[in-house]
C-alpha cells in the first residue's frame, strides 16, 4: 500500500475501507446484542443470583460472543483471500508477478495512520498528512517494464482477436457448405420419395382395375349366369310356396311370417 495511486485506485480503497468499516460496526453491533440477550434473558429478575448462576450466565455470553467473533473473522479472511485472489489473476493476465509484504501490514504506526483516515480522504486523493504512508521511490526500470508488457500484452489480444475473426469466418462458410449439402440431399431424397409415392399410386390403380375387370368377367361367365337363375328360380319358388302356405294354411303361415319377421329384425 506504500506510495501513491491512481484515482480509480483511491477510489476502490475507498469504497474496501467503507464496506469493512460498515462490517466492523455491524459486529460490534451483534456483540451488543448478546450482552442485551444474556442480561434480559439470565438476569432480568431482581432476584438474588448465586454464584453458580452468574457463573453459567457468563459462560453462556462468553460463548456467544465466541462464536460472533470468530464467525466475523473468518468472513473477513475469505473474503481478503477473494480480493487478494483477484488481484493476482488480473496482474497475471499482464504478465505481472506481485509479492506480499507480510511484516507492513503488521506495522502498528502503518496500521494506526489508516485508521485515522476518513473514507472521504481515500476517495478525493489526497496525498498530504496522513494520506502519505511511506512513500516508497518510483522504480523506473518497473515501470517500463510494465509497459513493456502491456504492449505485449495488446498485440498477443490484437492477435487473437485477428484469429478468432478468421476463424469465424471459416465457421460461418463451413456453415453454410454444409447448409446446402443437407439442403442438396434433402431435395434428392424428396424426389426419390415422390417417385416412390406415384408408383404406389399406378400400382393402385392398376390393382383396382384389375378387381374390376376380374369382377365383369365373373359376372359374363355361363357358371355366373347359371347360378343367378337358379338363385332367382328358387327365389320365385320360396314365394309360391309361401303363397300356398297363406292360401291353405294361414295359420301356419302367419306364424311362418312372423318368425321370418323376427329373423329380419334380429338381422
Known sequence: ??????????????????????????????????????????????????????????????????????SELQDTINMMALLLRQIFVEAEDSDLALDLDIAMVEDKELLERVEQLSVSEWMSGDSSGGAQIGAMPKNNAKVNADAEAKDKLEKRL??????????????????????????????????????????????????????????????????????????????????????RLQRYEPDYAEDDGETKNADEDDD
Open 1 to 70: 500500500m506504500p506510495g501513491r495511486v491512481s484515482q480509480h485506485h483511491q477510489e476502490e480503497l475507498g469504497k474496501f475501507l467503507k464496506f469493512f468499516r460498515s462490517r466492523l460496526k455491524t459486529h460490534l453491533e451483534n456483540v451488543e446484542a448478546d450482552f442485551e440477550d444474556t442480561r434480559s434473558d439470565r438476569l432480568s429478575s431482581e432476584e438474588v443470583y448465586s454464584q453458580k448462576d452468574i457463573q453459567e450466565a457468563i459462560k453462556s455470553l462468553c460463548f456467544a460472543v465466541k462464536a460472533n467473533i470468530r
Open 158 to 243: 490484437q492477435q487473437e482477436q485477428e484469429q478468432h475473426e478468421e476463424e469465424i469466418r471459416a465457421a460461418k462458410l463451413t456453415s453454410k457448405q454444409e447448409v446446402d449439402v443437407l439442403e442438396a440431399a434433402h431435395a434428392k431424397e424428396l424426389r426419390k420419395l415422390q417417385r416412390k409415392l406415384e408408383q404406389a399410386a399406378e400400382r393402385v390403380e392398376e390393382l383396382e382395375k384389375q378387381v374390376e375387370d376380374g369382377r365383369q368377367h365373373i359376372a359374363q361367365t355361363s357358371q355366373f349366369q347359371s347360378m343367378k337363375r337358379m338363385v332367382t328360380t328358387k327365389n320365385q319358388q320360396l314365394q309360391d310356396l309361401r303363397r
